[in-house]
């Protein structure tokens, strides 16, 4: 009987002592203070010459949906917890590859200014700017592939934004 009680009361001293502890895991890499509960995300402005005009809308979209994809944050209109603004400042298609006088593949790359401003923890705040590219055939219209492309930079923009915002790399 004695054993009986004394494994009892290391049970429930376990379960008390674990009681207290708070565990924070992600999936995602994130690191997301307690205190940080909500997010604001500027629409980036195109400010790229040769962008087509959806650039804006299908860049903030993209990054809004990240940030709400890979943490539990609150997307407000305004003064968040965190704050995201910048700008689309480039949007550029140059020949690569070039064999024999001809260009056998084609870059495009999207160039944002970013402004990360973590008002709980000022330290954790940035200005940067992040590029992003996709090659493609030079024999290949880009109106045909355009979208696809600005979609897969956009992922991987947002991406590279949401770990140097929020990634424990």
């Known amino acids: 009987m004695n054993l009986i009680k004394r494994s009892i009361f290391i049970l429930v001293l376990s379960a008390t002592a674990l009681a207290g502890c708070k565990v924070n895991y992600s999936f995602t890499g994130a690191s997301v ?91 954790k705040s940035f200005e940067q700017t992040f590029s992003g590219f996709q090659q493609f055939d030079a024999n290949t219209n880009l109106s045909s592939v355009e979208q696809t492309l600005i979609d897969q930079i956009n992922e991987q923009l947002t991406q590279d934004i949401f770990n140097k915002s929020l990634g424990n790399w």
């Open 33 to 123: 203070s307690p205190d940080v509960n909500t997010i604001s995300i500027a629409t980036f402005p195109n400010y790229a010459s040769l962008a087509p005009p959806s650039l804006s809308q299908a860049f903030t979209e993209e990054l809004k949906d990240i940030f709400l994809r890979q943490t539990n944050l609150a997307l407000v209109k305004e003064n968040g917890d965190l704050i995201i603004a910048g700008e689309i400042t480039n949007y550029s298609v140059k020949g690569e590859a070039v064999k024999d006088d001809a260009t056998s593949l084609n870059k495009l790359t999207i160039v944002v200014k970013v402004r990360y401003t973590d008002t709980k923890d000022d330290e």
